[in-house]
């Protein structure tokens, strides 16, 4: 498995396991996970399972050193008191002493607030804060927009390394993806195979059996050829090993027109400029 370099020189594994909607039996899935080779595990603090995770890394034996660990600030937490807040509970959770990468989990839309450039730039600066301090190797976004994005780098003293957003066939949001690569923000895809969704999608079905691959195996590889750092999700065990550990190929310039003007049928419905959580 590949290293992708962030702005930063830190090294992300392009192969990231994502635990979102994973609280039953997280443990035992992240074990799993570390047993089939991951390195890089994606967490949250609302996700409610960091401290599943960090007794699974304990019990795998694997020197820390050796893993990747992302965790994200929650909304209720964008203020200079709650990312210390938020950072210190995650760490406790997780067992370990740093983060990889830290996120800003969502960004202040203004839908919600007249003040959200301020929010998010406070919430950034903090994040700076322990990012000179090596509490926080690397740190970025999540889920944030070409406008949020935009305000924020009029302030940031340090440029968010990646921003995760959704990203998948059928839904490849180029207008922020194309600017944040332009200014060496890498991206990471969440929900790379639409939570699922996109496995009973008949287009995406017959374009995997033409390279005689899963639909789950395509929309990962569709990720790493967009050059996009991805985050796929199971719990059986046959699909966590084999999300990591299939023989890379390349899809065809048409079918990766196809893949990416592919009907939404993947998409959350989440938009973050007007979400109002």
Not at 155 to 178: K, R, S
Not at 213 to 238: D, H, M, W, Y
Request: net charge negative; proline share 4%.
């Amino acid at each position: 498995m590949k290293n992708v370099v962030l702005n930063n020189g830190t090294e992300i594994p392009e192969i990231g396991f994502g635990t979102w909607q994973t609280t039953e039996g997280v443990q035992k899935t992240v074990k799993e996970a570390l047993k089939a080779g991951y390195k890089h595990i994606d967490t949250a603090a609302i996700y409610g399972n960091e401290a599943e995770i960090g007794e699974a890394i304990e019990e795998s034996g694997i020197d820390r050193k050796d893993l990747y660990l992302t965790t994200k600030i929650w909304n209720s937490n964008r203020s200079a008191e709650g990312v210390k807040y938020s950072v210190e509970q995650s760490l406790k959770n997780l067992k370990t002493n740093y983060l990889d990468l830290l996120l800003i989990h969502w960004p202040a839309n203004a839908k919600q607030f007249d003040n959200w450039k301020e929010i998010n730039a406070e919430t950034w600066k903090a994040m700076e804060e322990l990012y000179k301090s090596g509490v926080v190797k690397a740190i970025g976004v999540s889920n944030f927009m070409l406008p949020q994005i935009e305000a924020l780098l009029e302030t940031a003293e340090v440029i968010p390394v990646v921003n995760q957003i959704e990203f998948h066939p059928g839904y490849t949001q180029p207008q922020v993806v194309d600017f944040c690569k332009e200014k060496g923000i890498a991206i990471e895809a969440w929900s790379p195979i639409g939570s699922g969704r996109l496995l009973k999608d008949e287009d995406l079905k017959n374009i995997a059996d033409s390279y005689g691959v899963s639909p789950a195996i395509l929309c990962i590889q569709f990720c790493l050829q967009s050059g996009v750092i991805v985050l796929p999700k199971s719990e059986n065990p046959n699909n966590i090993y084999n999300n990591l550990h299939f023989e890379r190929f390349k899809i065809s310039e048409s079918d990766m027109k196809a893949l990416k003007t592919l009907e939404e049928t993947g998409f959350s419905g989440l938009n973050p400029e007007t979400v109002d959580f």
